[in-house]
């Protein structure tokens, strides 16, 4: 009989793992997925109760093999895929895979990679969990049913290559209607009056009006800010009142993966999907030593503030050895967590305190150092004492006006010795620009230095951020704290936002596909639908749903809401969207068409009139007819006549044509062949020197390809990164998306297997 064998899901994992167990186990990978829904085809069952058909992933024939080798004739099979539900499938998967007449399968699951906590794992190892696993495959046929009968919609009214995505389309959804909103946002006027006054002792400082007879005072425009001046003329300013008191601030609870992605994304200005990546590395292990792999945080995927009471235990002796007895707590801090939360998993902290940022960060990355230091500041910092803020307000009349002045001070630093928020850093730094307040005394007549009116518009709701659209998306239940990072990767990958100076914008693409899917699919794409379709996933995890039955009372109406689009959906195609605009050449309604190079106006008396234009759209979403350009000159020569090609514009966007026109009608796409936009990233191929550039094909799919074609025939449908593998040293990786995966990082040698989640 062969040794017990113990399977994780990373290659990274089985070198920590196996220094923990030695040689009493043998440790295999999955590499991830073993089997998944066909790529060609929707792959689910209706009639038969939304059965699934998997199969094994290309490429993944040599795991499986492995897998079987590495079972032999065991007895006993471990399976220790990530402790959530993705990593739960993959267990299934690898059980059913393995399953043998006297085999015994066990589920381990290891929350953080350190010896004591996977030897404690292993000791106490629990069944597969079924709601866990029937909660997943509800998630992956609820996508499937919608990504692969949506999308080819999509691609019959609009242009190929396009998708839909149950949980991507509404996050897309959001940021159109918050573009909308900006859109329609009529700016109001309004002023603000400041008093600089003096007392006897330094500094001067200023007051803000507030109220008028104990009435909020509300300056609309400056025939009232001159009013309220010359009501002002000649008033004694005294103060009236002066509050002092200390208040107490709390530390934020360790991280939960949303809270980790905002917070790395404003302060390391990491991608939401740069975050996990170095998250996940941080959790498989990290090299301390020749041969040594640790685990250094625990699990990154929860929504849980939950830790562990001798993590807890252990922060305070830290705490009490580096900063004193007055920055310990008495006794552990635990915080409560939201309602809905679940709670398989802890908060995101370091696996041991003393694995502190100074001593390890030999051995880290730059940017896991900075993650870590992150994770270990917020965690130390839970469990130390409040910080004692002193703040102080004075009130100040001035005949029938009150102005207010404030300030505030630390008295005592305690957590905020070690770590604030972005939001407490800004505080504190707009704090220290204000000038102190003198000392005052109630019934103290200041100097009037002067009266300042200030004129001010009010804004517009902000473009959402990728910080804050985690936020907006975990405020309204969309998406779960594994699944942010990969909406975000997904909708920009689609070109259905675009992220302008660290912020959102709809393209014109976003808003199209939005907009149809919105009136063609009024529930299935609505925040509130998703969110409780979110809370159903839950609950089948929890055993209080059956997941036929969340399928069941989805897709009837969704099947309904289907047949009735594909018959009723505009065609932007065809018919298109119509516009405001008229035809200048002969009057008849401009309509918004997509071709194979994007948007662009269309006269709806097409062929007998032939106009076409590019639009732009202005700050008010209105649209506007781009002016046309003269014929630009480029030193691109023609590859059939030798002569310089022109820039023009046509029916379906921009390209290169031969100025030797008609003599030569050679014409190029400025989204194909030998064009495109760069990403950064060189050539593969051995002896060249080409960049890859991202290009479209003739039905609208992105590809990539060397901007050297056709001397260098280098093409790939996944990004590039300009990477080596890990593993077997390819000089590049790729960023795959798929709809079950979401977006991750692999190699495409053939048997290496490197697999690194977005």
């Known amino acids: 009989m062969s040794k017990p064998l113990v399977v994780v899901e990373s290659p990274t994992k089985v070198r920590t793992i196996k220094k923990y167990l030695g040689s009493d186990y043998k440790v295999a990978a999955t590499v991830g997925h073993i089997k998944d829904l066909p790529n060609k085809e929707m792959g689910i069952d209706v009639e038969d109760g939304f059965k699934p058909k998997y199969q094994y992933i290309p490429g993944k024939q040599k795991i499986v093999k492995s897998l079987k080798q590495a079972a032999g004739d065991t007895h006993d099979v471990y399976l220790a895929p ?100 900006i859109q329609a946002f009529v700016s109001e006027e309004y002023w603000s009056i400041t008093a600089h006054l003096n007392s006897d002792v330094p500094p001067p400082f200023a007051a803000k009006l507030v109220k008028k007879d104990l009435e909020k005072v509300k300056i609309p425009h400056a025939k009232a800010a001159d009013q309220i001046l010359k009501e002002l003329n000649g008033e004694k300013f005294i103060v009236e009142k002066i509050q002092k008191r200390t208040t107490k601030k709390n530390p934020l609870p360790p991280f939960i993966t949303s809270k980790l992605q905002q917070e790395a994304i404003r302060k390391l200005r990491f991608s939401a999907r740069k975050t996990m990546m170095v998250a996940q590395q941080l959790y498989e292990g990290i090299d301390l030593g020749p041969g040594e792999p640790e685990g250094l945080i625990t699990y990154m995927r929860t929504d849980s503030t939950r830790i562990a009471a001798e993590a807890a235990t252990e922060a305070q002796q830290l705490i009490l050895e580096r900063f004193g007895k007055d920055y310990a707590l008495d006794k552990p801090r635990f915080f409560k967590n939201k309602k809905k939360v679940q709670d398989a998993h802890e908060a995101i902290r370091p696996t041991s305190v003393y694995n502190t940022p100074e001593k390890i960060k030999t051995h880290l990355s730059p940017d896991q150092l900075a993650l870590y230091q992150l994770i270990w500041q917020r965690f130390i910092a ?62 103290k007549v200041l100097k009037l230095d002067k009266l300042e009116p200030k004129q001010h518009f009010t804004m517009p709701p902000p473009r959402f951020s990728e910080a804050s659209l985690v936020k907006e998306l975990e405020e309204n239940g969309i998406g779960r ?13 689609k070109g259905y936002v675009d992220l302008l100076k660290g912020y959102f914008k709809p393209s014109e693409l976003g808003f199209i596909v939005n ?61 298109g969207i119509p516009t405001d605009l008229m035809c200048p050449q002969c009057g008849k309604p401009v309509h918004i068409k997509v071709g194979k190079n994007g948007h662009f106006l269309a006269c709806t008396g097409y062929p007998d009139c032939t106009y076409s234009n590019d639009y732009i759209r202005d700050e008010k979403g209105n649209i506007q007819p781009e002016e046309q350009s003269e014929e630009e000159v480029t030193d691109k020569a023609c590859d059939k006549c030798g002569k310089p090609m022109v820039g023009k514009r046509g029916r379906y966007g921009s390209f290169l044509a031969c100025s030797a026109y008609p003599e030569c009608k050679n014409t190029q796409s400025l989204n194909s062949n030998g064009s495109g936009k760069q990403i950064g990233v060189s050539c593969p191929e051995k002896d060249c020197s080409g960049d890859i550039v991202e290009r479209t094909s003739k039905r609208g799919k992105v590809f990539y390809g060397c901007n050297r074609y056709p001397d260098c025939a280098f093409a790939t449908w996944d990004k590039p990164l300009d990477r080596e593998c890990p593993v077997c040293g390819a000089k590049f990786l790729v960023e795959k998306t798929t709809i079950k995966q979401g977006t991750f990082v692999t190699c495409l040698e053939q048997g290496c297997g490197f697999k690194e989640k977005g």
């Open 481 to 493: 704290p594994s699944t942010y990072a990969n909406i975000l990767s997904t909708i920009r990958g």
């Open 382 to 443: 839970s469990q130390m004492t409040q910080a004692l803020i002193n703040q102080i307000s004075v009130s100040i009349r001035a005949g029938v006006y009150l102005f207010t002045s404030s300030g505030s001070s630390i008295k005592f630093p305690g957590f905020m010795a070690l770590y604030m928020s972005v939001d407490d850093e800004i505080a504190n730094e707009s704090e220290q620009k204000k000038p102190k307040l003198p000392d005052l005394t109630e019934g």
């Open 515 to 575: 907009d149809l899917l919105v009136q063609n699919f009024p529930d299935i794409f609505d925040v509130e639908f998703t969110a409780k379709m979110e809370e159903n996933l839950d609950r089948v995890e929890s055993k209080k749903l059956d997941f036929l039955q969340v399928l069941t009372r989805f897709y009837q109406p969704f099947s309904k809401d289907l047949d009735t689009a594909s018959e009723e959906m505009l065609s932007v195609k065809g018919v």
């Open 82 to 181: 990530d402790p959530d539900r993705e990593g739960e499938a993959i267990a299934w998967h690898t059980a059913d895979v393995l399953k043998k007449k006297g085999r015994n399968f066990y589920r381990v699951l290891f929350h953080e990679l350190t010896k004591d906590s996977v030897r404690k794992a292993m000791t106490s190892p629990e069944v597969l969990d079924r709601s866990k696993y029937e909660a997943q495959q509800a998630r992956r046929i609820l996508d499937r049913l919608v990504g692969y009968q949506v999308s080819p919609l999509l691609w019959r009214k609009v242009k190929g290559g396009l998708s839909a995505g149950r949980v991507q389309s509404v996050a897309v959804r959001i940021i159109c209607e918050r573009e909308r909103a």
